[in-house]
Each structure stands twice: as structure tokens, then as C-alpha cells.
T-cell receptor, first 113, second 114 residues
């Protein structure tokens, strides 16, 4: 099946720094979603992207749907301690019945105050 | 009420036990999913129900048995599990309408098989 390569696998940054992570695929996707998961909780949707080239912001978060439809990135500006968690990208390929999503392996973000 | 609610939050069961996980969504969605999340692995899709019919069974062992009695409720019946089945089991729901595909997750059930 299709796979999403998410990088980096983990990041340890200083509070106030900007963060960038991305997902790539060998095949195209119609939808890109970014989720955040806190320890012991389910993933929470942050941003949804539906159109190639689309750039969408949610507070300090910005995500883009790559022009080739094979990648997406998520940026977090001015990180704060509560940004700690695991960030997942997810994509929906074309002609996909049942709205099934493929997930990346996650980026674990750690923020040092 | 939260959008997607899972119970129990934690479950410890023996390999000969039978238990069930429950999921309820209050979002009016028409599709529901079970995912398995193991340490250091991507989320694995297990089952998909769309309009209360199962549309995907991702080669999941028969010791996992899903049930979707209506569009708001989803169960995962467990029997004779193995220790490697210990994981976080996540339920999600979405509304199938055109291109909109956001899936909303519950908080998960942390399952430990002893």
C-alpha cells in the first residue's frame, strides 16, 4: 500500500524557535491532514488541505499542500512548551473508498523552556 | 459531550478473556473506523464502516471482531488475544460528503494483554 515518509522523526528545540516538518509520498494524494497527539490521548486535527498549492494557517501553525500533490509541510512559529507532542500527517489518495487515510510515522516534538 | 467517546480508557485482559471496546460519536458522521497504534509504528487502519456497512478489513486477525449497530456506535469485540495485541486502539469518525475527509478521533483505549 501507499506509504507516507514523515521527517524528522523527532526534534528537540528551544522554546521560541520555529519548527518545520514534512511528509512525502511516491504517489499523489487528494487531501493532506495534520494531527497532533498528546500522550495518552487520541490525535486532534490541526489543519486540513484539499488543493495543490493551498497554504492554510491555524494560529501559529501553517501547512501547505505541495504543488506535486506528493508532499506537505507543517510549520510552527515561536514554539511554546505546550507544543510538545507527536505530529502526524495523513493523506487520502485518489479513488479511495471509505475515506481511508494513510498516516505518516509521526514527528515527536520536544520543547525546552 | 466530546465528539468521539471511547470506553474504557484502559483495559487489562488475560489471553482467555472476552472483552469489548465501545465507541460513540456525537458528530452526525456516517463513517467510523478502528485504528491500532503500537509503539514506534504508524497508525494501522483495522476496520472501516461506511453507512453502517463494513467496507474495509485490513487483514485483521479474526480474534478482533467489529460491530456497527448504527451510525453512532462502533464496537470492537476481543477474544483470545495475544500479548502483541497490546496497543492503543483508536476510534475515529468522518462524514462522507464529496472531498471532505477530516477524521475525528476518540481518546483511545489503552489495551494490555497479559
Amino acid at each position: 500500500g501507499q506509504q507516507l515518509n514523515q521527517s524528522p522523526q523527532s526534534m528537540f528545540i528551544q522554546e521560541g524557535e520555529d519548527v518545520s516538518m514534512n511528509c512525502t509520498s511516491s504517489s499523489i494524494f487528494n487531501t493532506w491532514l495534520w494531527y497532533k497527539q498528546d500522550p495518552g490521548e487520541g490525535p486532534v486535527l490541526l489543519i486540513a488541505l484539499y488543493k495543490a498549492g493551498e497554504l492554510t494557517s491555524n494560529g501559529r501553525l501553517t501547512a501547505q499542500f505541495g504543488i506535486t500533490r506528493k508532499d506537505s509541510f507543517l510549520n510552527i512559529s515561536a514554539s511554546i512548551p505546550s507544543d510538545v507532542g507527536i505530529y502526524f500527517c495523513a493523506g487520502r489518495p485518489p479513488n479511495n473508498a471509505g475515506n481511508m487515510l494513510t498516516f505518516g510515522g509521526g514527528t515527536r516534538l520536544m520543547v525546552k523552556p | 459531550e466530546t465528539g468521539v467517546t471511547q470506553t474504557p480508557r484502559h483495559l487489562v485482559m488475560g489471553m482467555t478473556n472476552k472483552k469489548s471496546l465501545k465507541c460513540e460519536q456525537h458528530l452526525g458522521h456516517n463513517a467510523m473506523y478502528w485504528y491500532k497504534q503500537s509503539a514506534k509504528k504508524p497508525l494501522e487502519l483495522m476496520f472501516v464502516y461506511s453507512l453502517e456497512e463494513r467496507v474495509e478489513n485490513n487483514s485483521v486477525p479474526s480474534r478482533f471482531s467489529p460491530e456497527c449497530p448504527n451510525s453512532s456506535h462502533l464496537f470492537l469485540h476481543l477474544h483470545t488475544l495475544q500479548p502483541e495485541d497490546s496497543a492503543l486502539y483508536l476510534c475515529a469518525s468522518s462524514q462522507e460528503r464529496g472531498r471532505v475527509t477530516e477524521a475525528f478521533f476518540g481518546q483511545g483505549t489503552r489495551l494490555t494483554v497479559v
